[in-house]
């Protein structure tokens, strides 16, 4: 049986009225949405909000889905809109975290537990996971959608595809100028050593 095949099989039986069997889909794919929000949101907290607003969400909505279609492609799908929407309303009322890069990189916390590290080669290599989480940040919905799955998550450009219900022609464009965004943002924020 196919993990397509065991996924609908899984959502058949939850339709049905198995309701506890929704937590082995769950459990199953909570560590791939909880990664993939991640790379939307800087706060692992709001990640984990939005994770679960993503499962509470298909579960409402489970008996909408289409099993002609696999199961996690329609739930990253809910996954990134959920992403989506959470960063449009965050926009409207902007809040500040104690959590918040500008809070801890003031010395509040070590840079690095790892006793054996060198602060030097941690400083630099946080300040290239800050600029490119920011770079990533400023690329606009439809091309950090793209590369978030499929370079950040390791997708195939055609799950990618059928995640977001376009062609995997229109995916490759995307990655592509996306990755060329990317490296003008982290040239500028980073200087030419790129």
Same mark, same amino acid.
């Given at each position: 049986?196919?993990? +397509?095949?065991? +996924? @609908? $099989? ?7 009225? =198995? ?14 949405i909880?990664?993939?929000?991640? @790379?939307?949101?800087s *706060?692992? +907290?709001?990640?984990?909000?939005? $994770?679960?607003?993503?499962?509470v ?5 489970l008996r909408s889905f ?14 990134? *809109? ?26 509040? =916390? ?7 590290? @060198? ?6 290599? +946080?300040? &290239?996971?800050? $600029?490119?989480?920011?770079?990533? *940040?400023?690329?606009? *919905? ?19 595809? &059928? ?8 995916v ?19 200087g =030419?050593?790129?």
């Amino acid at each position: 049986m196919t993990s +397509d095949s065991a +996924d @609908n $099989a899984i959502v058949e039986r939850v339709v049905k009225g =198995e309701v506890e069997a929704y937590g082995i889909l769950v459990r199953k794919y909570q560590d791939r949405i909880y990664s993939a929000v991640a @790379n939307y949101v800087s *706060n692992p +907290d709001d990640a984990v909000d939005i $994770a679960q607003d993503t499962f509470v969400k298909a579960y409402a909505k489970l008996r909408s889905f289409d099993a002609s279609s696999a199961f996690y492609t329609w739930l990253y799908r809910i996954a990134v *809109n959920t992403a989506i929407d959470f960063l449009r309303r965050r926009k409207s009322r902007p809040t500040d975290s104690l959590d918040d890069e500008k809070f801890t990189a003031g010395g509040f =916390e070590p840079v690095s537990l790892d006793p054996r590290g @060198n602060p030097e080669k941690v400083a630099i290599l +946080d300040e &290239q996971r800050r $600029a490119l989480r920011d770079s990533i *940040n400023r690329l606009s *919905n439809k091309l950090r959608t793209v590369i978030i799955l499929h370079d950040v998550e390791g997708l195939s450009q055609e799950e990618v595809a &059928q995640i977001l219900r376009i062609p995997v022609g229109t995916v490759k464009s995307r990655v592509s100028r996306a990755r060329a965004e990317l490296k003008n943002l982290l040239v500028k924020q980073l200087g =030419e050593a790129l």
